[in-house]
């Protein structure tokens, strides 16, 4: 594909249920990231996956979010037990892999984003 | 911890007009700056980057932005507004200039008047 896909690009849910937000990732590309924009927030970095190290889940609000991805591409941002606060956009990016030290940046190219609203 | 400050979530310029769109940053080591614009309904864009090889940075459509160490500041300019660059813009920063998670400022909403 030319670029990150996401799916659905619209989401509304009720209070209380699970919802599965999917990314893919640009082909070839090792490295992916979810954000999150919400008016309250702006624009808030939630997971990273680089390779086959451990993600780095630092920006995950609550344990009722978690991410995987499978075969090094495509990614599920998985949120339970859905809230209102957590209605937003949900935004994937991937970049390539840096060769070495000093290499040039590695650009994060974005998707349109997941818009999900929890009633 | 890096973060950054965008100054004025709303800004309106004349068509034809300077842009100036301001962010400053905090970071405990050098620091690597970026400038996204998202149109409406779509992702963002990268504009420029800061990779300290340069501190007046050049990036697409027209846009600028100077690094200056002793303000802390990324400021943003476009000599002449056009109708298309209304959209919001969001200064961010990292640690590292390869892979590395992006803390992004609050953005700034730019309209354009005819």
């Known amino acids: 594909g030319a670029g990150v896909s996401q799916s659905p690009s619209n989401k509304v849910t009720e209070k209380g249920k699970d919802v599965e937000l999917r990314c893919d990732p640009i082909?070839?590309?090792?490295?992916l990231y979810w954000y999150r924009q919400s008016l309250g927030q702006g624009l808030e970095f939630l997971i990273y996956?680089?390779?086959?190290?451990?993600?780095?889940k630092s920006g995950l609000p609550s344990d009722r979010f978690s991410a995987e991805r499978t075969g090094g591409s495509v990614s599920t941002l998985t949120i339970q037990r859905t809230q209102q606060e957590d209605s937003a956009v949900y935004l994937c990016?991937?970049?390539?892999?840096?060769?070495?030290?000093?290499?040039?940046?590695?650009?994060?190219?974005f998707g349109p984003g997941t818009r999900l609203t929890v009633l | 911890a890096q973060s950054v400050t965008q100054l004025g979530s709303h800004v309106s310029v004349s068509e034809g007009a300077l842009v100036l769109l301001r962010c400053n940053y905090s970071?405990?080591?050098?620091?690597?700056l970026f400038w996204y614009v998202q149109y409406p309904n779509q992702g963002l864009q990268l504009l420029l980057k800061?990779?300290?090889?340069?501190?007046l940075v050049k990036g697409i459509n027209g846009f600028e932005a100077e690094f200056k160490k002793s303000e802390t500041s990324f400021h943003l300019t476009k000599p002449s507004a056009h109708m298309s660059d209304a959209a919001e813009y969001f200064c961010?920063?990292?640690?590292?200039?390869?892979?590395?998670?992006?803390?992004f400022g609050t953005g700034t909403r730019l309209t354009i008047i005819p």
């Open positions: 970071s405990s080591v050098p620091p690597y």
């Open positions: 996956f680089q390779g086959n190290s451990a993600p780095d």
């Open positions: 082909s070839g590309h090792t490295a």
């Open positions: 800061y990779t300290s090889a340069a501190t």
């Open positions: 990016a991937s970049s390539t892999w840096p060769r070495g030290r000093g290499s040039s940046y590695n650009e994060q190219f």
């Open positions: 961010a920063v990292s640690r590292n200039f390869g892979n590395e998670k992006l803390t």
